[in-house]
């Protein structure tokens, strides 16, 4: 099963920008759908953004227009560049293999550590 390193969060100021990296370790195999979620103090993990391997995307409405979601497929590797960051987008960060692109909240990986944002002053 994979394994999940999630790495690139830290603090930021409002309006400021990060970029998280994810690499799933899986053996090889191919992974057609990575995601990005996050989960805020009190609060529950929601789905961030979604690529598959064909290159189609979602979002949460509340990132659509400032974070951006790329895959490599090569390296099983998932990127979420963050742009006009807001304290409201304060979470631990993970990602994981969803089941699929319609399943998104149904994960097929144990979670990783997560990378903290924290958007602040």
């Known amino acids: 099963q994979a394994q999940l390193a999630e790495s690139g969060g830290g603090l930021v100021q409002p309006g400021g920008s990060l970029r998280l990296s994810c690499a799933a370790s899986?053996?090889?195999?191919?992974?057609?759908?990575m995601a990005w979620y996050r989960q805020a103090p009190a609060k529950t993990r929601e789905v961030v953004a979604a690529e598959s391997s064909r290159g189609t995307t979602h979002y949460a409405d509340s990132v659509k227009g400032r974070f951006t979601i790329s895959m490599d497929n090569a390296k099983n590797t998932v990127y979420l560049q963050m742009n006009h960051l807001d304290p409201e987008d304060t979470a631990i960060y993970y990602c994981?293999?969803?089941?699929?692109?319609?399943?998104?909240?149904?994960?097929?990986?144990?979670w990783g550590q997560g990378t903290q944002v924290t958007v602040s002053p």
């Open positions: 994981n293999v969803p089941r699929s692109f319609k399943q998104l909240t149904i994960t097929t990986r144990t």
């Open positions: 899986d053996g090889g195999s191919t992974i057609y759908v």
